[in-house]
């Protein structure tokens, strides 16, 4: 018997998946007390939306199941540090926790670039871990991009 996948694990597979089929191998996972909410992944080409970022996807699903505004007492499991636009979002719906896998010095808001956790005007902070997949994460994103090249 296979053990259960972690969330982590999760959005790694949908990273691969996003790849295969032409999109930055990004996913999410939404979990609650350790249940799924949402899993989704990159869909920025299938969709024709610059804001169909995994976790905005994820976040946006995982609201519905809900039926609320928020998502207190919910974590978040990224293969790729967020950007300012879903580091905003985190924000907003009041994520607990922030997992995350390789670190974006390019468009990472989190603990690069604007740094939008510790801003003063951020009203709320989620508790970021980087580094979780980190190196199957950084393989996925490496292999695409150079296939781009």
Do not use: W
């Amino acid at each position: 018997m296979n053990a259960p996948q972690s969330p982590m694990d999760l959005a790694l597979a949908l990273a691969e998946e996003a790849a295969a089929n032409g999109e930055a191998p990004i996913g999410a996972v939404v979990v609650e007390n350790g249940k799924i909410l949402a899993a989704e992944r990159n869909r920025m080409q299938a969709l024709g939306d610059p804001t169909a970022h995994a976790e905005m996807l994820a976040i946006r699903k995982a609201l519905e199941v809900r039926g609320t505004g928020r998502l207190d007492g919910c974590d978040l499991y990224v293969t790729l540090e967020p950007c300012a636009m879903c580091a905003g979002a985190i924000a907003h719906v009041r994520l607990r926790r922030l997992y995350y896998g390789a670190d974006d010095p390019k468009a990472g808001a989190v603990d690069n670039g604007v740094h939008l956790f510790a801003q003063p005007t951020c009203h709320h902070a989620p508790e970021v871990i980087a580094g979780v997949g980190e190196r199957r994460s950084r393989s996925l994103l490496k292999d695409f991009f150079a296939g781009l090249r």
